[in-house]
């Protein structure tokens, strides 16, 4: 696909899921490297670079997407345009598979802290997450999930529907229901789309009521992030920017057409490591507070 048409369907969100946009923009720098040509290496960078900046601009707060081409550009290096070309497809080959692996990685681990006859909640559709929960099921251990619909997109169907194409009991819920069942919740299990260098994690809006019902509740919060999900720039003080969508995408605006209401669509939230017992990346599982060896760690590679 190309890096314009992959650029549309992540800001679109036909393409979604942090990890998903960052494998998608990738592959698409590589097909694009694959097929340009140029004077010469400074030119051909410039080019790579380009559609970089294209790829980056569609989604802010999931760092997921700029740590995968900075990665990918960081190894696309050489005297020649075939040497630097043949580099990043070998990046671009790694990236993907690494990424992938860190998926079942982070399920072996995180379903150790599933037991048999939990009782899971999770928010929103988190590929790390829900691989996490199945493989707690495929290992035989007796669980159920309340799913959270997910306003304003409705990604928790998708959850629900996985979940019991699975074969595991799923319960839907609407988002505010979340503290209402929380004292039938045993475990919160969800993903994160960016992981700041002091523990918080910037997830789907909703996820930090999650944690705060739950914080009440004593149920523990487990979050499923691969180490690409480390935000090295808020360690230099950066700050993530939550991403604002259309208002759209939450109601009809001819609804209140001619009346002075304001809709506001913020489609992240953060929530403060306190709220978390865990984050299980695939290089270990860690406490919020160690966010910062998970960047340091991630950065060697
Ligand atoms: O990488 P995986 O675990 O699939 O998803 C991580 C997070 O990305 C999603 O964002 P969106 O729905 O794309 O806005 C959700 O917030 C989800 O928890």
Redesign the pocket.
Known sequence: MSIEETASKIKN?EI?????IARCAVMALKEYALSIDAESTELYLKALREGCNELKNTRPTAISLSNALSYVMRRATGESIEEIRANLVKAVDDFVEASIAAIEQIATMGSHRIVDGDVILTH??????IRTIIKAHEEGKQISVYATETRPRY?GRITARTLAENGIPVTLIVDSAVRFFMQKVDIVI????TVASNGVVI??IGTSLVALAANEARVPVLV?AEGYKFSRETAMGRIVEIEERDPSEIVDVAEFEGLDVKIKNP?FDQTPPRYIDSIVTEMGVISPFAAYDIIKKFEER
Not at 16 to 20: D, T
Not at 124 to 129: F, K, R, Y
Not at 190 to 193: K, N, S
């Open positions: 969100m979604r899921g942090a990890g998903k929103c559709n988190s590929t790390a997450a990604q969800i993903g994160a789309d997830n789907k499923c489609v």
